[in-house]
C-alpha cells in the first residue's frame, strides 16, 4: 500500500470529544472514526487489524472443530419471550426496532435464540452430537456508558460460539478444548502474558463462568490474582468457601483491575429447554442438549491492544496483528532513491510481506513520526546516504538504536 494513495490521514491534535487512550491513538492514526460514543467506522488500516485478530480467532476456532455460521442481526420477539428475554427489564440493553407493518423487532445483543431453533430442523438423534457452530459478527448493546473507545461498544464486533452436546462429559471435553484455543489465540493476538483465566459467576446452571481478563489499570473489573498458582477470581465470586474451593489464601491474592475480553459459559439446558432442543440417547430417551457459550469481543481485544502495548509515540502492534510487517520510509525523490525504494516495496511484496510504502513529499521527522503513531513493527528508510552506502536503515518498533543492512540481511530479517 502506497501511502499517497490512502485515503486517510494521521492527525496530530488530541481528538476532543474521545477520553479513551484506545480511540484516541486509534483515531489519530486514521485507524478508526467515531461516528458517536460506542459507534466507530473501521478505516483501511483499522480494518486490517480487526480482520487479522478476526482471521487468528476463525483459526483457533476451526482447529477445535468450530462450524462458521452468520447470523442477522434482525431478531424476532417471539424468540425471546420464549426465553423471558425480550422484557427490557430483563434485558436492559436492547436497540429494538419496528417492521412497517408494526410488528417489533430486536437488534440481536447475543444469538442464542437464533441460533436454537435452527439447529432444532437438523438434529435428532446422540449421534449428532457434540458440535459447535460460531460465527464473527455485529453486536447491538444500548449500553449504559460508553466511554472506554473501543472496548465498550453500543455496536461492536464478537465472536460468539455455541456448543451442544449430549452428556455433561461430554459439554466438559469441548468447554477444555476451548478453554486452551483461548488462551492461544491471547498469546497469538500479544496479550497472553497479561490475561488470566477467571474465575466468575457461572448464572444458574454452573458453578463458574470463566472470563479472560486482560490486566489493565483502564479495565472496569476487579479481579484477585494469584500469579504464582496462575488462578484468578472476580470479586463478584469472591467468597471464603472460593477461596477453598480453588486452593489459594487471601493473602496469596493481589487486587487488580482487569478487562474482560472473553468469556466462556455453561448454559446447561437454558436455552435448549424453552425451545425443546433434545435427541434420542443410545437407549431411545429423549435427552435435553446441554450448551456451551464461548465469546469474544473482537474490536474489545483490538482496544485492549491498542490501550495496552502503546507508548508516547503511539500505537505498537504485535507482527500478528498489524496493518503491515513493514514502514519503508523514502526519504527525497531523487531516481535513485525512488528506484531504490520502489524495488524493495516490489520485492518484499513478492514475499507476501506487507508493506505501507511512504512514497509520499514530507520531512524525515512526519515520516518517522507517523512511523511510529502507525505502530508498524518495522521501519526502513531508504535515502540518499543508505543508497550511496548500499544499505538500508531498519528499525523495530520497540528498539532504541537503527541499524545499516545489505539487502540480503534485511530482507532475512522481515522474513523471519
Ligand atoms: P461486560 O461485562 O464487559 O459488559 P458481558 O459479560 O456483557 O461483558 P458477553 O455478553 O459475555 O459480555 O459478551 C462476550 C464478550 O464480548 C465479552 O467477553 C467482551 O469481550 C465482549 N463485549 C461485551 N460487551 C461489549 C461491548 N459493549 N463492546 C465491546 N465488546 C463487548
Ligand atoms: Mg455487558
Known amino acids: 500500500m502506497r501511502l499517497s494513495q490512502l485515503f486517510t490521514r494521521t492527525r496530530k491534535d488530541h481528538p476532543a470529544d474521545e477520553a479513551a487512550k484506545n480511540a484516541q491513538l486509534l483515531i489519530r492514526a486514521g485507524f478508526v472514526h467515531k461516528e458517536m460514543a460506542g459507534v466507530y467506522s473501521y478505516l483501511p488500516l483499522g480494518l486490517k487489524v480487526l480482520n487479522n485478530i478476526s482471521q487468528i480467532i476463525r483459526e483457533e476456532m476451526n482447529a477445535i472443530g468450530g462450524q462458521e455460521i452468520l447470523m442477522p442481526a434482525l431478531q424476532i420477539k417471539e424468540r425471546y419471550e420464549t426465553t423471558n428475554r425480550w422484557d427490557d427489564k430483563i434485558v436492559d440493553n436492547w436497540f429494538k426496532t419496528k417492521l412497517s407493518n408494526g410488528s417489533e423487532l430486536g437488534l440481536g445483543f447475543s444469538h442464542e435464540e437464533n441460533l436454537v431453533p435452527i439447529v432444532k430442523n437438523y438434529i435428532n438423534s446422540y449421534k449428532d452430537l457434540p458440535f459447535a457452530p460460531y460465527q464473527i459478527q455485529t453486536k447491538f448493546r444500548n449500553e449504559l456508558r460508553s466511554k472506554s473507545g473501543l472496548m465498550r461498544g453500543r455496536e461492536f464486533l464478537m465472536k460468539d460460539m455455541y456448543s451442544f452436546a449430549l452428556t ?108 425443546d432442543l433434545a435427541v434420542d440417547d443410545e437407549a431411545g430417551n429423549k435427552q435435553t442438549v446441554l450448551m456451551g457459550c464461548y465469546g469474544i469481543g473482537v474490536s474489545r481485544v483490538m482496544g485492549t491492544v ?27 525523490n531523487i531516481p535513485s532513491v525512488v528506484s531504490a525504494a520502489d524495488e524493495l516495496y516490489e520485492e518484499l511484496t513478492k514475499l507476501n510481506i506487507e508493506v505501507i510504502y511512504d512514497d509520499r513529499d514530507m520531512r524525515p521527522g512526519e515520516k518517522f513520526a507517523d512511523a511510529d503513531l502507525l505502530g508498524i513493527p518495522y521501519r526502513v528508510v531508504i535515502s540518499e546516504k543508505t543508497v550511496r552506502a548500499g544499505t538500508f536503515e531498519l528499525k523495530a518498533r520497540t528498539a532504541k538504536e537503527a541499524e545499516l543492512l545489505p539487502k540480503e540481511e534485511l530482507i532475512k530479517t522481515l522474513v523471519s
Open 168 to 275: 455433561q462429559q461430554q459439554h466438559n471435553g469441548f468447554y477444555d478444548q476451548a478453554q486452551k484455543a483461548y488462551r492461544r489465540i491471547y498469546d497469538r493476538v500479544g496479550i497472553g502474558d497479561r490475561t488470566f483465566m477467571t474465575f466468575a459467576s457461572g448464572g444458574s446452571f454452573s458453578k463458574f463462568s470463566h472470563e479472560f481478563q486482560t490486566l489493565s489499570d483502564a479495565g472496569e473489573d476487579t479481579i484477585y490474582l494469584s500469579r504464582a498458582k496462575n488462578i484468578a477470581i472476580n470479586k463478584e465470586v469472591l467468597t471464603d468457601e472460593v477461596l477453598v474451593e480453588v486452593g489459594v489464601s487471601q493473602a496469596d491474592l493481589e487486587e487488580v483491575k482487569g478487562i474482560e475480553t472473553g468469556n466462556i459459559f455453561s448454559l446447561g439446558t437454558k436455552f435448549s429447554g424453552p425451545f
Open 306 to 332: 491498542a490501550e495496552l502495548l502503546s507508548d508516547d509515540r503511539g500505537l505498537v502492534w504485535p507482527a500478528s496483528i498489524a496493518p503491515a510487517k513493514v514502514y519503508l520510509a523514502r526519504l527525497g
